[in-house]
Nanobody, 123 residues
Framework: QVQLVESGGGLVQAGGSLRLSCAAS?????????MGWFRQAPGKEREFVAS???????YYTDSVKGRFTISRDNVKNTVDLQMNSLKSEDTAVYYC????????????????WGQGTQVTVSS
């Protein structure tokens, strides 16, 4: 079992930056999980944003490449999402998630989910 708690959401102007953080805890060390971020905008389905393997290999959805960076600290058991050059279309609830799979990019690949944190980008 893994428990995930997100923080760092808020309101930011277009072009600005935010850093989301996810604190992981559980009976199995989170460092053995692939960690990811998803987001869900109003009226839309939840979508993949980024993931990072246990070996720190990363994947991003095309719309955030070059703007977002996912990273993990296996000592602190945290995974962060640095979001730069934010756009209004980045407005969503962002969810931290964990998977036991090495390669995980779809919602069904991820087993554990946080409660989400709201990110609002004003234009």
């Amino acid at each position: 079992q893994v428990q995930l708690v997100e923080s760092g959401g808020g309101l930011v102007q277009a072009g600005g930056s935010l850093r989301l953080s996810c604190a992981a805890s559980g009976t199995t060390s989170p460092k053995y999980y692939t960690m990811g971020w998803f987001r869900q905008a109003p009226g839309k389905e939840r979508e993949f944003v980024a993931s990072i393997w246990t070996g720190s290999r990363t994947y991003y959805t095309d719309s955030v490449k070059g703007r977002f960076t996912i990273s993990r600290d296996n000592v602190k058991n945290t995974v962060d999402l640095q979001m730069n050059s934010l756009k209004s279309e980045d407005t969503a609830v962002y969810y931290c998630t964990a998977s036991t799979l090495t390669v995980a990019r779809t919602e069904s690949d991820f087993r554990f989910w946080g409660q989400g944190t709201q990110v609002t980008v004003s234009s």
